[in-house]
């Protein structure tokens, strides 16, 4: 087995400081994005893989980026949840790396739900 260098120990630093500051709180957004088997298949790592980039690229430090099963709705994938402090999440369906990107922008950054490419919000709502 190789040996833990410096670099793995700071991945495991920062992957656990966003642990913190989920369980705190701190984070002013939260996206799940729904990695199922059926959501895989449908390109929920490019997604996923999306959403790192960016948040990489603008050097966001307080959204928490995470993951979940299927959500149940798998003709709909891939999905992604929003969740904005202190307001109900959104569930996102049918994404591209082009409609993430859009939400991200939108939604994530600037609180504005993108209604197109939006199933429901809350529990209750949908558009």
Known sequence: MPRIKIED????????????ILR???????????M?????????REIMSTLLAEIEKKNIKDII???????GLCSKEPMATVELKGEAPVKYIELTPGKIKEIFKE????????KDYALAKGSERVF
């Open 9 to 20: 120990l700071d991945k495991i630093s920062k992957k656990v400081k966003r642990t913190v």
């Open 24 to 34: 705190e709180g701190a984070g002013r957004a939260k996206i799940t994005v729904h």
């Open 36 to 44: 199922g088997t059926c959501g895989i298949s449908a390109g929920a």
């Open 65 to 71: 980026l995470t993951t979940s099963g299927c959500a």
């Open 107 to 114: 939604h994530v950054l600037g609180g504005k739900i993108v």
